[in-house]
């Protein structure tokens, strides 16, 4: 019998314990941010059957859900929306993302300001908009001029966005000198040892780049940001950039840990170098543009992911405004044709499936049908560990006490 609370307890084990307490903080709010921080349990409560074995197979994010989506500037500077966390992802069948993205969607329902009977509409929204993409065959994304809703705020948001306003939010400033404010809520102080390190890499691989300067490292905190990976080791760093005090830039180092998928996937993987290399070719194959400063790097046997910073509030973030309703079903939609252009655009890679074969697969009924039967189930599932981890944590199992 599968007991939640220990699997929990050991995927944590040796996390920063300061970021580790905020995660299991923030898990214990709703199933939702549960969902979020429990992809590894997710997957192992998930049954094996030939709707999450047969598929065909693509390039995943792997860790899909309603917040899994944002706006980021490009390699090229420009602004985008689309997929933006890819810490899980792996090649395997086309519909574990799909089924983790629909439970999302059924657990997020009270947030949504929405009913289950509503939700399940929403469901199969987002399943028509996957499969009329996958089926028209060719990879696209959302433009800014033509977003709408959600997505336009955010896109707009991104590209008027100037740079030392965007620092005078992250850091403090004094005389031509900044420094990251370090708060507790996005960000904890760095210890001499973890500075020294984190300068020490940084150094190594700007010592490669055309302008080494660019990267010269002004300062470094650890970063708290997301739900499922609070605790890894992740710092944003502050770099002089095109000069100071207002040319700096801030970018974020995120250590690479192994796929929750890959027990779940018979697909044979590339030879991936690092961890790093697998989240980075990933991010590079799936999404339209890949995020500025997008690196795998590694030193002492661990391997970082670095991009330009993303900040939280760059994510799509549902069910928080009055317009909220009536915006879900367009931004629905569009989450259903952006994971089908990913996978068209990684398609035949590595032996990932082919465009047609993907196509042919979607134009099928009845998977559509069992796909929402295995979300309704993985719902009331993640409903039913939420509440056993809730009463776990209220009474003190994981340190509350």
């Known amino acids: 019998m599968v007991d939640p609370v220990r699997i929990i307890q050991r995927f944590n084990a040796g996390r920063d314990p300061e970021r580790l307490a905020i995660k299991y903080r923030a898990m214990r709010q709703d199933a939702f941010t549960f969902l979020r921080g429990t992809c590894h349990l997710f997957y192992r409560q998930l049954p094996e059957v030939r709707l999450f074995t047969k598929a065909p197979t693509a390039w995943l994010c792997g860790d899909l859900h309603l917040e899994n989506f944002g706006s980021y500037k490009g390699d090229n500077r420009l602004a985008y929306f689309d997929l933006n966390d890819f810490d899980e992802a792996l090649i395997a069948p086309c519909t574990l993302d799909l089924v983790r993205l629909l439970t999302s969607i059924l657990v997020a329902a009270d947030r949504l300001r929405i009913d289950q009977r509503e939700a399940q509409k929403i469901c199969r929204m987002f399943l028509s908009a996957y499969v009329a993409a996958i ?58 040892e973890q500075k020294d390190k984190v300068v020490a890499r940084i150094a190594r691989f700007a010592a490669k780049q055309p ?20 605790g890894v080791d992740r710092y944003v760093i502050l770099v002089h950039g095109k000069g100071s005090p207002d040319g700096n830039y801030l970018l974020d180092l995120k250590q690479a840990l192994p796929s929750s998928l890959l027990a779940r996937s018979r697909a044979i993987q590339p030879s991936w170098q690092t961890e790093a290399q697998r989240v980075v070719s990933a991010m590079q194959r799936v999404q339209a543009v890949s995020m500025a400063f997008l690196q795998p790097l590694r030193w002492n046997g661990t391997s970082y992911v670095l991009r330009g ?33 990913g996978q068209l655009r990684s398609s035949g890679h590595s032996g990932s499936a082919t465009a047609d074969e993907l196509g042919d697969y979607a134009a099928s009924k009845r998977w559509q049908r069992d796909i929402l039967e295995a979300a309704t189930e993985a719902a009331r599932q993640t409903r039913a560990d939420w509440a056993g981890f809730a009463q776990a944590y209220d009474e003190g199992a994981f340190g509350t006490r």
């Open 211 to 230: 302008n080494p300067e660019f990267f010269e490292v002004l300062d470094v905190a650890r970063r708290i940001a997301g739900t499922g990976s609070l």
């Open 135 to 192: 089926v028209r065959g060719k990879p696209l994304w959302i433009e800014r001029e033509t977003a709408q809703g959600a997505v336009r705020v955010l896109l707009d948001g991104l590209k008027d966005r100037k740079r030392s306003a965007f620092l005078d939010t992250r850091t403090v400033r004094k005389g031509k000198r900044r420094t990251l404010i370090v708060d507790g809520k996005k960000a904890l102080a760095v210890t001499p």
């Open 309 to 341: 910073l993303q900040p939280s509030e760059d994510r799509l973030s549902l069910g928080t405004g009055a317009q909220a309703a009536a915006e879900l079903e367009g931004t629905i939609q569009s989450m259903g044709a952006l994971v089908a252009w």
